[in-house]
Structures are given as structure tokens and as C-alpha cells.
């Protein structure tokens, strides 16, 4: 019991209009540990669409704060992250869940490796594994991030440190936030959890994601901006093939705007 409680997880989970694919999202934490975790919801709608989140059927532990207007989904989450009381973070989507006993799977991982990012698998609503199979990896390196990124969507988990994991201006580009995390937090012990077990389940429903056709488009300096950054870590870490590779997706985005 000690245990758990020392390693007890923040579920951090922004919210910007999909109230309903919410409940979906907290009925799926119902079926697990409630000692485990707290749950902070940070509501990124603007103010005249908000709507009141209610959690008084729930057990576990439970805090809301809504942002003065829409900031984006990496300042949310960082906000999340820095009203987080516990020893590690997990990045939720508001549209997609847990599977049961996910988090007992992760305090095992974390008992056994003491990872400062955990990396975890996610299926679709049909079970099936999202992007291509890997081996389960655990480096001292930053090769576990940039050696998995682009094979499927992942559940992030994050150490709490003294530096927040994402950049809140992006309003994405998950990868150059956790590049910058690792250098300015020193991290370095980073783990890929595959085959063992999957821990979200991606809901390709939500219609106000930032990965929408619709809202993609208004994002493509921000996606430009986040790969400039990601080519000066991968520089920094010494991996200038991959740096290569996403100057070249900067170009690519580049040249669709001005055409």
C-alpha cells in the first residue's frame, strides 16, 4: 500500500467541447485502482461554449480548472501537469480511455525500471494494435522517443520534474516538447512498453480534434515551428539523420502553404 501511494499517478485529461466523450473517458477509470491516481481536467473551451463537468458519481479523487480562453492542448496539458500532486503524469485524451487495470500495469513497469517516460500502446475501439508492432525497448537515450516516433499513437507517461514536457505555444507536436524535456531534465531512462500490454484506446471520434481536416490546415506553422525545434534537438543529441528527416517535413509543410 505504501508503495502505491508513493507512486500514485495524475491523469491528465484537456477538454475542448467533447463534454460527452468525456463520461466515455471517466467510466473507463472507473475499472481501475481509485488508490492509484487523481484526475485533473483542464476545460480548454471558450468561455460562451462551456459547459458544467459534473463528477460527483465518481470515487476517485478529482480536480477541474478551466482556462480563461482557448490556449491549446499542450498549455492545458502543462497546466495539468504543474497541478499534478503526484510522482507521475498520464496524458489522456478527452475522447479516447483506459484499458481495465492499465494503471496496476504501469506502477509494475515503474517498480521495475524507474522510467522517467513510459511510452505504452494503444488499439482501436476493435482491440487491434494502432500502427506497427515493436519490440518492448528500455534505453538510456533518447532512441527509445525518436526510434518509435511515427508508429502509432502511444499513451504518455511522464516523471514530474522540475521542467514542464510540452510547449504550451505549439498546441501539439507531442515529439519536440518530450525532445526538450529530456535535455532540460537530464532524462535517462526512457521505456517502450509493446507487446505486454495496451493501455489506451484510441476513439478516432472526435470532431474538435486538432487532428481534424479542418483544424489541420490552421496548424501548419505550428506543425512547421514544432519541427524546427525537434531538427535542433535531434541535432543536439547527435542524431543528424533523423534531424534531416524533419527538416525535410518542415520544407514539405513549407512549400503547401505557399502553394
Known amino acids: 500500500m505504501q508503495t502505491e501511494r508513493l507512486l500514485m499517478f495524475s491523469i491528465i485529461i484537456p477538454v475542448y467541447k467533447s463534454y460527452t466523450l468525456l463520461k466515455r473517458c471517466l467510466n473507463s477509470l472507473v475499472q ?20 458544467i463537468i459534473d463528477l460527483k458519481e ?24 504543474f497541478l499534478a500532486r503526484n510522482k507521475y503524469c498520464v496524458f489522456l485524451d478527452s475522447d479516447d480511455t483506459l484499458t481495465p487495470n492499465s494503471l496496476s500495469y504501469l506502477l509494475e513497469m515503474i517498480d521495475l525500471h524507474k522510467p522517467q517516460i513510459i511510452l505504452s500502446r494503444c488499439s482501436d475501439i476493435y482491440g487491434n494494435i494502432v500502427g506497427s508492432r515493436m519490440d518492448s525497448t528500455i ?43 529530456i535535455d532540460r531534465n537530464s532524462a535517462s531512462n526512457v521505456i517502450s512498453v509493446d507487446l505486454n500490454k495496451v493501455t489506451r484506446c484510441y476513439h478516432d471520434d472526435n470532431i474538435n480534434s486538432i487532428s481534424a481536416g479542418k483544424y489541420l490546415h490552421s ?34 509543410y513549407f512549400f503547401r502553404i505557399r502553394s
Open 58 to 81: 465518481y470515487r476517485f479523487s478529482h480536480k477541474v480548472v478551466a482556462n480563461y480562453k482557448n490556449r491549446g492542448v499542450t498549455f492545458s496539458r502543462n497546466r495539468g501537469y
Open 32 to 51: 481501475q485502482n481509485p488508490r492509484l491516481f487523481e484526475v485533473i481536467i483542464v476545460d480548454d473551451t471558450p468561455p460562451k461554449y462551456r459547459q
Open 219 to 252: 496548424r501548419f506553422k505550428l506543425i512547421m515551428k514544432g519541427h524546427l525545434v525537434s531538427v535542433i534537438y535531434l541535432c543536439k543529441f547527435g542524431r543528424y539523420f533523423n534531424s534531416l528527416k524533419f527538416f525535410l517535413r518542415y520544407l514539405i
Open 139 to 181: 534505453s538510456n537515450s533518447v532512441s527509445v522517443l525518436v526510434d518509435t516516433y511515427g508508429k502509432g499513437e502511444r499513451l504518455v507517461v511522464v516523471k514530474k520534474c522540475s521542467y514542464k514536457p510540452f510547449i504550451s505555444s505549439l498546441r501539439g507536436h507531442e515529439f519536440a516538447g518530450l525532445l526538450r524535456y
